[in-house]
């Protein structure tokens, strides 16, 4: 075998189980090389892919249907008689692959097919076999200019999947609360520690607390255990008005939003922090507060924020930019706050000289923009000409049927927007274009392969949004390209940027979605049932789904109606992807950390969770009377979620007589 040429060992894995290959790494160097092929795991992927099972259930159907010479029919019971007969036959077809044509050196080379049966044999053998490399290249998923590493994706679609929750950090009274809750989350990215992961929450008593999420295969000196807390500041750090009492911080931080407004930037060390009405900096190296801001009204989402780029704020009413170098630029001032040096095709904008000349000439002010409905709920930059640092587009998204689009150099002035009709509630966003046409040939494997590599050479962005429509949960995908010539985005009319739209409002979720984000080659998304579902870049191919809750099987609901699985409440408000570009232990760090609301966890994809509360009990001291009633809380709350889910099924089943109260 060691002299086996590499083509050849790696044509005999294609033969053999994925558990097979991996036991096959262990043999060697060179087989752990040679059994960690990039193209072999893609094939593999694309095999075990549900695109693929779909492509072989249609395949199976047009065998089925395709007529067949005369001769080929010896018997009337040959033919499927009912739709039980048909189904064994579709199934038979798609266990055992499509029917092979007659080789020319076998037994039937003497018999001459008619011309009709040579035309179909060869339309069959075109979309079986011939089709296969064509199908693969309409499923793959990645970009010319982008590095996947398959045999993570293949663990990530088909390992698996196993939740740690977070260490919960003590309460400041034992009676009161045995344990802080987590009202946010953000990933911090030490890059002075080779990049170390670490999730930074703030907490219900107004403190800041740092956990270690960072697996590696070589410890740390000073390392903590994986899911504890590192580093937790002093109480009261965050709250209001400078205020150090108790009872009136924790009221202040449950004004939080949904969206967990924390925004963390890695370079600086910095973690901005949005609680009510103010913006506070934290210094993650000795969580001290650095500045806050005030602003008029509650702030409900906060962009993300990269060194030099400003910080945008989000409030209910209105739009604003925070540089941390030069403090807020939302202040009422008559002086212009800083001096813009860029080249623009825009003029600028001057300060009025007083609230009544604005409020006579209809001018609005120039350091923020006003929202003609309120509740902005996420926040997005997009860069220029793919470069970060230089970003200039600011994307809003809410409660209002737009997506905004702002351009920093001549904000507030609104650009343009792309109008979804959906209540928004997470933006996020693929460095690769995106075209509604060329995605739907794409889906039946109907463009060739010179044709898939030229739509995705081609440079735009795709902008991902999810919310809810009308009660169900609504994941769109935008395609965008960028007008830029020498480095400078030059201003596009309303609607020129948009290339194409899809919305998924059918197969996306029964429930609302609140969060979205890129993991590897998918697409991950969190509903209000507590499921988490990756999906492919086209947004609508299923990879897999998961529910952060435990299941209760049981048979039938106390209304009558069969229910599999029950479960107990947690929704994933957040996700946010652990991985990062590079390519060192990509296969211990591509997780998810989510939060709910109240607790930190991390998704994984393991056989058994990595850590468990077990493993803090000697950093928690807990009675045995707090112990006792922690229990006693939790039974009383899955008796009244219980009680309440058996009088919801009794009401459904009561509705489908007919009997239920017109009224109600």
């Known amino acids: 075998m060691e002299n086996l040429p590499p083509e050849l060992i790696i044509h005999i894995a294609h033969y053999l189980e994925p558990l097979d290959i991996v036991r096959l790494q262990l043999v060697s160097k060179r087989f752990y090389s040679l059994s960690r092929d990039n193209k072999l795991w893609r094939s593999i992927c694309f095999d075990k892919s549900q695109y693929e099972v779909l492509r072989r259930r249609r395949i199976a159907?047009?065998?089925?249907?395709?007529?067949?010479?005369?001769?080929?029919?010896?018997?009337?019971?040959?033919?499927?008689?009912?739709?039980?007969?048909?189904?064994?036959?579709?199934?038979?077809?798609?266990?055992?692959?499509?029917?092979?044509?007659?080789?020319?050196?076998?037994?039937?080379?003497?018999?001459?097919?008619?011309?009709?049966?040579?035309s179909n044999t060869r339309d069959r053998s075109r979309s079986s076999d011939g089709g296969r490399k064509r199908a693969m290249a309409n499923w793959d998923p990645g970009h010319p200019s982008e590095d996947i590493d398959w045999y993570s994706e293949y663990v990530a679609r088909h390992a698996p999947i196993s939740m740690s929750w977070l260490q919960q950090p003590p309460g400041l009274s034992q009676a009161a609360s045995p344990s802080s809750e987590a009202r946010g989350v953000g990933l911090f990215r030490d890059k002075s520690d080779g990049g170390r992961r670490m999730a930074i929450a703030p907490l219900d008593d107004g403190s800041v607390c740092i956990w270690d999420v960072e697996r590696s295969s070589v410890e740390h000196e000073n390392t903590t255990k994986i899911g504890g807390v590192m580093a937790r500041s002093n109480p009261h750090l965050l709250a209001a008005d400078g205020i150090h009492l108790q009872k009136y911080a924790m009221a202040k931080m449950t004004f939080m939003g949904v969206d967990a407004c924390v925004s963390i930037e890695n370079t600086q060390k910095k973690a901005y922090f949005s609680i009510h009405d103010k913006l506070t900096e934290v210094d993650l190296e000795t969580l001290q507060v650095v500045s806050e801001e005030k602003y008029p009204s509650f702030i409900s989402a906060l962009s993300p924020i990269q060194?030099?780029?400003?910080?945008?704020?989000?409030?209910?009413?209105?739009?604003?930019?925070?540089?941390?170098?030069?403090?807020?630029?939302?202040?009422?001032?008559?002086?212009?706050?800083?001096?813009?040096?860029?080249?623009?095709?825009?003029?600028?904008?001057q300060q009025p000289k007083s609230d009544f000349?604005?409020?006579?000439?209809?001018?609005?002010?120039?350091?923020?923009?006003?929202?003609?409905?309120?509740?902005?709920?996420?926040?997005?930059?997009?860069?220029?000409?793919?470069?970060?640092?230089?970003?200039?587009?600011?994307?809003?998204?809410?409660?209002?049927?737009?997506?905004?689009?702002?351009?920093?150099?001549?904000?507030?002035?609104?650009?343009?927007?792309?109008?979804?009709?959906?209540?928004?509630?997470?933006?996020?966003?693929?460095?690769?274009?995106?075209?509604?046409?060329?995605?739907?040939?794409?889906?039946?494997?109907?463009?060739?392969?010179?044709?898939?590599?030229?739509?995705?050479?081609?440079?735009?962005?795709?902008?991902?949004?999810?919310?809810?429509?009308?009660?169900?949960?609504?994941?769109?995908?935008?395609?965008?390209?960028?007008?830029?010539?020498?480095?400078?985005?030059?201003?596009?009319?309303?609607?020129?940027?948009?290339?194409?739209?899809?919305k998924n409002r059918q197969t996306a979720s029964k429930s609302k979605l609140l969060s979205v984000a890129n993991h590897g080659s998918r697409i991950v998304c969190s509903d209000g049932d507590g499921m988490i579902k990756w999906?492919?870049?086209?947004?609508?191919?299923?990879?897999?789904?998961?529910?952060?809750?435990?299941?209760?099987?049981?048979?039938?609901?106390?209304?009558?109606?069969?229910?599999?699985?029950?479960?107990?409440?947690?929704?994933?408000?957040?996700?946010?992807?652990?991985?990062?570009?590079?390519?060192?232990?990509?296969?211990?760090?591509?997780?998810?950390?989510?939060?709910t609301g109240e607790r930190i966890g991390l998704l994984h994809f393991a056989q058994e969770p990595w850590f468990n509360s077990r493993d803090f009990e000697d950093q928690v001291q807990t009675t045995s009377e707090d112990s006792v009633r922690h229990s006693k809380e939790h039974a009383y709350g899955q008796t009244m979620r219980q009680a309440l889910e058996s009088h919801t099924n009794e009401m459904q089943f009561m509705s489908g007589l007919g009997l239920r109260d017109p009224m109600i």
């Open 535 to 595: 999906l492919e870049r086209d947004a609508f191919t299923q990879v897999r789904r998961w529910n952060i809750n435990p299941y209760q099987y049981k048979y039938f609901a106390p209304g009558g109606r069969l229910d599999a699985e029950v479960s107990h409440g947690d929704v994933a408000r957040k996700i946010l992807p652990t991985c990062s570009d590079e390519k060192s232990n990509t296969m211990l760090n591509d997780n998810l950390l989510i939060w």
């Open 61 to 118: 159907l047009s065998n089925i249907g395709a007529p067949r010479p005369l001769s080929q029919i010896t018997r009337r019971s040959s033919i499927p008689r009912n739709i039980s007969q048909l189904a064994e036959v579709a199934l038979s077809t798609l266990s055992h692959g499509p029917p092979q044509p007659q080789s020319e050196h076998g037994a039937d080379r003497a018999k001459v097919p008619s011309e009709a049966s040579t």
């Open 307 to 349: 060194h030099p780029v400003p910080l945008t704020v989000g409030t209910s009413t209105s739009i604003h930019l925070y540089d941390p170098r030069i403090g807020s630029i939302s202040k009422n001032s008559q002086e212009p706050v800083c001096e813009r040096c860029d080249n623009t095709a825009f003029p600028i904008m």
């Open 357 to 502: 000349y604005s409020l006579v000439s209809g001018d609005r002010p120039t350091d923020y923009a006003l929202l003609s409905e309120p509740g902005p709920l996420s926040i997005m930059h997009l860069p220029i000409g793919n470069v970060q640092a230089n970003a200039g587009e600011i994307y809003v998204a809410g409660r209002f049927p737009s997506i905004l689009i702002y351009d920093r150099r001549v904000f507030p002035k609104l650009r343009t927007t792309l109008h979804s009709g959906a209540q928004l509630t997470c933006l996020a966003s693929l460095p690769h274009p995106f075209y509604s046409l060329e995605a739907d040939l794409m889906k039946h494997a109907q463009l060739s392969v010179e044709r898939v590599f030229e739509v995705k050479s081609k440079p735009g962005t795709t902008l991902i949004a999810c919310g809810d429509y009308k009660g169900k949960g609504s994941l769109e995908l935008y395609g965008l390209t960028h007008n830029v010539e020498q480095g400078i985005m030059e201003p596009i009319p309303a609607g020129e940027n948009q290339i194409s739209t899809y």
